[in-house]
């Protein structure tokens, strides 16, 4: 029973770049959701999925994000043209449906140069 | 965009306190989460109220869910070191999604 994994675990990358937040979550589990973390801050809701769809995407904060989930299982959150705002701590979690106990990885620290 | 918000926002107390923090909210939720979080780590889910009014109890912490369930409460007993670390409440939205709201976060530091 492995938890919710995230990869990288830091990424640096240079303003302007692209770049793809990877999220393995626990077998099973329908439900995957993606927040973004400032320090001191809450997470904040980004896009949460059932199985292949995105049933909720009202978080993403423009169109330079954008998550997929092809196979109901993986998913990849990916930011275009990144900007310094956009450093912050992504968390992925999952759940077994919507109405569970979501599971959290340990996050993916982005900072953008 | 609902918003919950925590206060206080840093806590700072000796080993063997009690403690109160605070979640509230203008919004219902058709329900209410407490997580706990640790540096480099995600949150960890402590408990869910559903009902207005609920208490529920963990050990030395007891959760209340507002009567109408628009704000809830986490007080701890006799606080111990291990208790450091943000605690953040969450609420479901009523609309139909799961879309979590997370508040703004309590840091809390127990002193030995």
């Known amino acids: 029973g492995a938890g919710v994994s995230q990869t990288p675990s830091n990424k640096v990358t240079e303003k302007g770049k692209y770049v793809e937040l990877r999220c393995d979550p626990i077998?099973?589990?329908?439900?995957l959701y993606w927040y973004r973390q400032s320090l001191g801050q809450g997470p904040e809701f980004l896009i949460y999925?059932?199985?292949?769809?995105?049933?909720?995407d009202s978080g993403l904060p423009n169109d330079r994000f954008f998550a997929v989930r092809p196979e109901g299982s993986v998913s990849t959150l990916k930011i275009q043209r990144t900007e310094r705002g956009d450093s912050a701590v992504y968390l992925c979690?999952?759940?077994?449906?919507?109405?569970?106990?979501?599971?959290f990885g340990p996050g993916t620290r982005l900072t953008v140069l | 965009t609902q918003l919950l918000e925590q206060s206080p926002q840093f806590l700072s107390i000796q080993e063997g306190e009690n403690l109160t923090v605070y979640c509230n909210s203008s919004?219902?939720?058709?329900?209410l989460q407490w997580y706990r979080q640790e540096p480099g780590e995600g949150p960890v889910l402590l408990v869910t109220?559903?009902?207005?009014?609920e208490v529920k109890k963990l050990k030395r912490l007891t959760f209340q869910f507002g009567d109408a369930r628009k704000d809830s409460s986490l007080h701890i007993t006799a606080a111990q070191p291990g208790d450091t670390g943000l605690y953040l409440c969450?609420?479901?939205?009523?609309?139909?999604?799961?879309?979590?709201?997370f508040g703004t976060g309590t840091r809390l530091k127990v002193l030995a």
């Open positions: 979690a999952s759940s077994l449906s919507g109405d569970n106990e979501q599971f």
């Open positions: 077998s099973g589990h329908t439900a």
């Open positions: 999925f059932q199985g292949t769809g995105a049933a909720d």
């Open positions: 919004s219902v939720f058709s329900s």
């Open positions: 109220v559903v009902t207005g009014g």
């Open positions: 969450a609420g479901v939205e009523s609309s139909g999604t799961y879309k979590y709201i």
